[in-house]
Each structure stands twice: as C-alpha cells, then as structure tokens.
Nanobody
Framework: QVQLVESGGGLVQAGGSLRLSCAAS????????MGWFRQAPGKERESVAQ????????YYTDSVKGRFTISKDNAKKTVYLQMNSLKPEDTAVYYC????????????WGQGTQVTVSS
C-alpha cells in the first residue's frame, strides 16, 4: 500500500507562485511514475504534469507549459509542483498520483490540496 500526502496549497493572487509537495510512503518510490492532476468545480479532473521514474522525462498539459515545473526527489520520496504566474483559471483541487504496478493506470491518489487564485 502506498500513501500520498499533498501539501502546499492555499490562496494566492494572480501572478503569484505556490509549490505543492506530495510525500509518498513505500520502499520503492524511485520506481513510481508520478503525476499531478486537478479538478475545478463543475469540471472533469485533468492531468497537469507527469514525471518519469528517474525524473528525466516530463509531461505538461498545454495550459501550464512554461509556468509549472514538476520535479521528483527520490531520496526524500517526494514529488513537487512549482507553480508560477498563477491565473484564476488554475483554481482547483490538486491531487498527486502514482503509477506503481500498472503502467496504464494510476494506482494511488492523494487526498488533494486546494489552490485558489484570486484576480
């Protein structure tokens, strides 16, 4: 069983920055593919960013490219999402997720952290 705990959300003005953290349990964190997702009220959950096991490959949805950066510290068993130049449309609950055993699906999810960007 893998537990994921997000932190770092909050209220920020447009143009500001936040850094989300997701701490993971488990003995083989370095073998997990990690991702950040978000869900705004009334909208479907969307993938925001993903990072490979070793951290060398990343993916971003178009709306956050150039503003968000995902990183992975295998020694600390933590994945980060640095969010800069935040916009009101970034307001959502942000979730981290891990692919542990199934390469085609996300096996574990955190409880989510609220990010609110005021205009």
């Amino acid at each position: 069983q893998v537990q994921l705990v997000e932190s770092g959300g909050g209220l920020v003005q447009a143009g500001g920055s936040l850094r989300l953290s997701c701490a993971a349990s488990g003995r083989t964190f370095s073998s997990y593919v990690m991702g950040w997702f978000r869900q705004a009220p009334g909208k479907e959950r969307e993938s925001v960013a993903q990072i490979s096991r070793g951290g060398g490959d990343t993916y971003y949805t178009d709306s956050v490219k150039g503003r968000f950066t995902i990183s992975k510290d295998n020694a600390k068993k933590t994945v980060y999402l640095q969010m800069n130049s935040l916009k009101p449309e970034d307001t959502a609950v942000y979730y981290c997720a891990a692919k542990v055993a199934n390469p085609d699906d996300w096996d574990y999810w955190g409880q989510g952290t609220q990010v609110t960007v005021s205009s």
